[in-house]
């Protein structure tokens, strides 16, 4: 049997950020007394000062922590950072890698954590995983807890820039290939599906692919967007493992990252989007609907935008399988040979 713990607040509203104590008030009533750090970054700083000295006047005992890397040994600094001062509450306040810090420098130090994405780009805002770096590997998932609020202001998300939001889509169309890469290793007895959570992981999945009419900057559809990777977050969450949300597209991903980070710069949901188009192509799915969504948004994934040249490509793929290696997925039993690769990155080029 699974345990599980979910955020006591998302709330997906305009201008949310401007009296963050008042939104949790119900929940935490002493949240803004107690000594609070908010974990963000320096170009953020500028961007965002207004919102910033509005949380810093809000939590009278605030201070701001700036990250310099995103890496594991920085996020134990700041967690002993927050032991040693007594600090009670973490703001993460940023995008995917700020989070992932905050996030986890909070679960280490057993300290209460709201996460304030300012953009959209991975379900990492709500998962209970934080992608740090390390020495040796460019970057490894780390287990922890999930936020215990999250607080989406939609006039922030506005301001991001499109290509974050692209990889917060491209994110959620992993998820379609994810789900048939946890059925298949569940049919080899490798693991077994929870069904909750492959519903909660199918229906974000569900929610971009019918999303008719919708465009990118509407507030609705920022919601949709957020409820999508909130429930990414939430399926790994309940299923005590990534799998809801992670198949071999994401492998592919984690090749490019660990194999080849000198030669190529791709967003997370952008390279999961693209690996999911091969994936599909390898399980034998109709790549239809993963088409549909990526060309509705036009998130770009042709691979040589990104320094992924064919050969690149083929071997990422061939390395994926070992990313991850007690992990079964199509990558098990399909075929990876150097033609069969070289085709679909050439019919990637080609219609993308
Ligand atoms: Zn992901």
Request: net charge negative; with cysteine.
């Amino acid at each position: 049997m699974n345990r599980f713990r979910l955020p006591y607040h998302l709330i997906v509203e305009e201008s949310v950020f401007e009296d963050i104590p008042k939104a949790l008030g119900d929940v935490f009533p002493k949240i803004s007394s107690g000594r609070t750090v908010v974990v963000t970054e320096e170009n953020l700083k500028s961007i965002f000062a207004g919102i910033l000295d509005e949380i810093q006047k809000d939590f009278s005992k605030s201070e701001l922590y700036l990250i310099q890397k995103a890496d594991y040994d920085s996020a134990v600094a700041l967690a002993k950072y927050i032991t040693m001062n007594d600090i009670k509450t973490v703001i993460g306040f940023g995008g995917g890698t700020v989070l992932d810090l905050a996030k986890f420098a909070a679960f280490v130090s057993k300290t209460k954590y709201i996460s304030l994405p300012t953009t959209l780009s991975n379900d990492s805002l709500a998962s209970p995983v934080a992608v740090l770096g390390t020495e040796g590997r460019a970057r490894k998932s780390f287990r922890c807890t999930i936020p215990d609020a999250i607080l989406i202001d939609v006039n922030v998300v506005k301001s991001a820039p499109d290509r974050q939001l692209l990889a917060g889509i491209g994110d959620t169309v992993s998820k379609c290939t994810a789900l048939f890469d946890w059925k298949l290793a569940a049919s080899k007895d490798r693991e077994s599906v929870d069904d909750f959570a492959y519903m909660i992981s199918a229906m974000a999945f569900d929610s971009m692919l019918h999303a008719e009419g919708a465009e990118l900057k509407n507030a609705d559809f920022i919601k949709r967007l957020t409820y999508a990777l909130v429930m990414g977050g939430l399926a790994m969450e309940i299923a005590g493992n990534s799998r809801p949300s992670s198949g071999s597209e994401h492998l592919f991903c984690h090749a490019l990252e660990e194999d080849f980070a000198d030669q190529v710069n791709v967003p997370h949901g952008i390279a999961t989007a693209m690996g999911s188009y091969p994936a599909c192509i390898f399980q034998g799915q109709d790549t239809g609907n993963v088409e549909r969504i990526i060309r509705q948004f036009g998130i770009p994934v042709k691979p040589s935008a990104y320094g992924i040249t064919e050969e690149i490509f083929v071997k990422a793929w061939q390395a994926s399988a070992a990313t991850r290696a007690d992990r079964y997925t199509i990558l098990n039993e399909t075929d990876l040979s150097n033609a069969r690769l070289s085709g679909i990155y050439q019919e990637m080029e080609r219609i993308f």
